[in-house]
């Protein structure tokens, strides 16, 4: 008994010997200069049906570190899983500002963001967003320490909006989730669609099963749907939509992020003709982009999604400023300049940050369809928007 | 009037499905008082199985064999390992252990799984519409969901009284302590229920499995509608889960179909949407409020 119980303390031991070790070691590399990693706190969503997207991103990042440098300054990924729950990220956000931590990114949900967000810039952290840009942050509320290397939510869908009046549909069905990010998506599609709106169809959140759904939009005989669904639903969707035999006459058009590499694998066949608003796929025709595909492919042995691209895109940006300071990201100003200049080749093509630090680039119409060996893959149809910003630039006041 | 047609019809594969389901989960509450959280997980099981085994075989029929043994079989081992310990105690324990083997199973069926769901095409003899009426094209998986739906609530018909396996489930949900005073091993017979449970569990789960997309949480979804149906129906009448599980299936979806259109007859636009997307979602809770102001017990309680 003694045996044991001794065993067990020496276990205890050292295992609080290692977690002091850890919370003793963070604040040391954070204050001591440029010769030590920089280290980046990456809260992402790990876990959950959504962690692909989680393990794209992160992979997607590391990638575009060098021998654990990004701009020629080593750093130090420190990565926490959130569970896709608001309140998990946010305690890891604390626990690294407590540590020391001043620089964030890698949150891929927008309502995981607004819980993370405000509590690091009132530290007086800075953060990079390198996939969700939410209307809130974007207009009034927009911060000086917060960036957004990915895109504003909104444009996304005024994009698609356009892609439609391109495509010469007149009437457009549209379908949602009954949230806010689901009304926002409409929204920014009417903003610029041009034709009739014959039909808003808004469905449950955690609805599964549109066969009601889809049974109405033949009855309206749309010229096109828009539609969207992330994640699971999304999925759901477009194979019902194939099987009840709306696909063949009725075109769905969507934003790239409701169909992503990994959900035309789920989907099958299903994916076949779907439209898309985007601003990168895998076969984007640019030196940068190939490469990244290329590279990607062989250090994980699958095609990477968009959140991989934009994980790789935001990593290149923060590495153009931290090598800007040199590493030294005490120099916030300078390294607040240098994030905005945006000096990096970016995988997407054009990219330059706006006014409110989000950014302003091109929008493509694009198509998922079969490529010669018989895979679908989402092909870039034309450029739809140059150099577009987002509707709430002009309302953002930054010193 | 087509439309009014096609959405009865997607009306009753909504409570085909969910007939299933409850037949099981009111027999397991209505017989052996437990309260089974984990009885979506044992739906997201067999559609995972069905998957992976149409995955590795390429027949649907493989998939229905394994979804149905995969469920069954994780059911006994439930009911053998967890469940039959918390008979006696409080309903708080049952739901207590069942919640966490929801955690336990969506855990589980990731591990061995993996993370990325597994995809599942419409077998092809079930691919494609037919056409029901002039004019009304209908796809052939969902007519055969409902069908199976029918063969199930015809199976269930005669098992329960017709058989002496039968006799005593309907024994069991009157008066438990009597049956057991008989002389009836009731250790098996709950083994038995619960088994039965996670067959027509993992039945479900194959059907469903190539309409919707096979995921860890499915069956989370799924079950608070179910013990909705349960509950509307009266706890532990087969008969009560049929009539519940149609009405719930048409309730949603016509009321999805034409809550919307009504109101925007009525009221703008903007407040229209808001306002059916709430009802919508509302309705079957509210269908359940009002048949427990006329009827404590649901409709067709199996103890009047």
Sequence with gaps: ?399 | MILLIEQVLNGLQYGAMLFMLASGLTLIFGIMGVINLTHGSLYMVGAYCAASAVLQSGSFLVGIAAALAGAGLYAVVIELAVVQWLYRRDHLYQVLATLGLILFTNEAVSLIFGRRPPLMDIPPFLQGSVTVLPGLDYPLMRLAFIGVGGLVAVGLWLLVNHTRLGMLVRAGADDREMVSALGVDIRRLYTLVFGLGGLLCGLAGVMAAPLLAVEIGMGERVLITTFVVIVIGGVGSIRGALVGALLVGMVDGLGRAYLPQGLQMLLPPSVADTLSAGLVSASIYVLMAIVLLVRPLGLLPARS
């Design chain 1, 1 to 399: 008994m003694t045996r044991i119980s001794s065993s067990w303390q020496a276990v205890a031991a050292a295992f609080l010997a290692a977690i002091l070790a850890v919370i003793l070691a963070a604040p040391a590399s954070a204050q001591s200069g440029p010769a030590t990693p920089t280290t980046i706190g990456f809260i992402t969503t790990l876990s959950t049906p959504a962690g692909y997207i989680g393990e794209d991103i992160r992979d997607g990042f590391q990638l575009a570190l060098k021998d654990g440098t990004l701009g020629g300054v080593p750093v130090k990924l420190q990565i926490e899983d959130d569970s896709l729950k608001p309140a998990n990220a946010k305690q890891a956000a604390d626990r690294m500002i407590q540590s020391g931590i001043k620089l964030f990114t890698g949150v891929n949900f927008s309502n995981v963001l607004a819980a993370v967000v405000p509590g690091v810039l009132e530290a007086g952290g800075v953060y990079v967003s390198l996939n969700p840009g939410p209307s809130v942050f974007a207009g009034e509320k927009c911060n000086r320490n917060y960036f957004v290397a990915s895109y504003q939510n909104d444009a996304f869908h005024e994009a698609a909006g356009l892609s439609a009046n391109l495509l010469g549909y007149k009437r457009v069905v549209l379908l949602a989730p009954a949230y806010q990010a689901g009304r926002d998506a409409l929204e920014g599609f009417k903003r610029t669609f041009k034709g009739e709106i014959i039909g808003e169809i808004y469905t449950k959140l955690d609805q599964t099963d549109f066969s009601v759904e889809l049974a109405r939009v033949r009855s309206l005989q749309p010229d096109a749907i828009y539609q969207f669904h992330p994640g699971g639903a999304g999925i759901n969707f477009a194979k019902q939509y194939a099987n009840s035999g709306l696909s063949k006459s009725v075109p769905m058009l969507i934003p790239s992020f409701s169909m992503d590499a990994r959900m035309i694998g789920a989907t099958g066949e299903a994916a076949d003709g779907i439209y898309a608003s985007a601003i990168w796929t895998t076969e984007s025709d640019n030196p940068a982009s190939k490469a990244f595909v290329e590279a990607f492919r062989k250090a994980y042995s699958r095609t990477p999604t968009m959140y991989a691209q934009q994980a790789y895109d935001t990593a290149n940006l923060i590495g153009s400023a931290l090598k800007a300071v040199n590493g030294d990201i005490s120099k916030q100003a300078e390294f607040r300049d240098a994030l905005r200049k945006a000096h990096f080749t970016a995988v997407r093509g054009k990219f330059s940050l706006g006014p409110n630090q989000h950014p302003i680039q091109d929008y493509y119409l694009t198509k998922f369809v079969k490529n010669a060996s018989g895979e679908i893959v989402q092909t870039v149809v034309r450029k739809v928007a140059e150099d577009y910003g987002d509707a709430y630039a002009a309302r953002c006041k930054i010193d």
